[in-house]
Every structure is written in C-alpha cells, then in structure tokens.
C-alpha cells in the first residue's frame, strides 16, 4: 500500500502563488512518474485533468494552460514531488490531486498507481 500526503493548498488572489507538495511513503520499489492532476468539470467517466508530471528521470509534461506558470520538481529519494503555481487566474481553482503512476512494490511484479486525497485550490479574482 501506498499514501500519498498532500499539502499547500488554499486560498490566493488572482496573480498570487501556492507550492503544491506531495509526499509519497509505503512499500515502494519503483515507479515511473509523480504528477498532479485536477478534477475539473465533472461527466460521467471522465478521468481527472493533467496538469503536469514528471517522471524518474526528470522529463516533465504540463498542460498547455498552465506551460510558463507552474513547475513541477521530484526529489526521487524522498518521493516527493511539489507544484509551484505562479501567476494564478480563477481559471485554476479545483480540487489538486497527487498521483505516483505504476508502482512496483518489494516482491510483487504489479504495477500500480495511487491517488492522493486531494487539496482544494481557489483563487479569487
């Protein structure tokens, strides 16, 4: 099993600044990618927004509406991975979600990924 604790979420003005940090603990072998996803609108079936990902090897990926503004950063030893969100609009506000993609636990062959709980960010105009 696997917990991912999140923080720093909260409530900014538009143009103001949150760091999203995620930490990651359990029986953890190996996995591919830290990242932080939104929920945005909700539809049956409709999986959670990229907003941006990293990977092991430090390859990074962002959502198009937020390239320029936010800087996702891993500490792998640590399994750590923050968000720095600059620039904020009320666009961004939502429900920020830390995932660790395919986890390979001591002993096993599975992959899996987990989600954390989710942090709440707002931003007003």
């Known amino acids: 099993q696997v917990q991912l604790v999140e923080s720093g979420g909260g409530l900014v003005q538009a143009g103001g600044s949150l760091r999203l940090s995620c930490a990651a603990s359990?029986?953890?072998?190996?996995?591919?990618?830290m990242g932080w996803y939104r929920q945005g609108r909700q539809a049956p079936g409709k999986q959670r927004d990229l907003v941006a990902v990293i990977t092991r090897t430090g390859t990074t990926n962002y959502a198009d509406s937020v390239k320029g503004r936010f800087t996702i950063s891993r500490d792998n030893a640590k399994k750590v991975v923050n968000l720095q969100m600059n620039s904020l609009k009320p666009e961004d506000t939502d429900v920020y979600y830390c995932?660790?993609?395919?986890?390979?636990?001591?002993?096993?062959?599975?992959?899996?990924?987990?989600w954390g709980q989710g942090t709440q960010v707002t931003v007003s105009s």
């Open positions: 995932n660790i993609e395919r986890v390979r636990h001591y002993g096993s062959s599975n992959l899996l990924d987990y």
């Open positions: 359990g029986s953890i072998a190996s996995f591919n990618s």
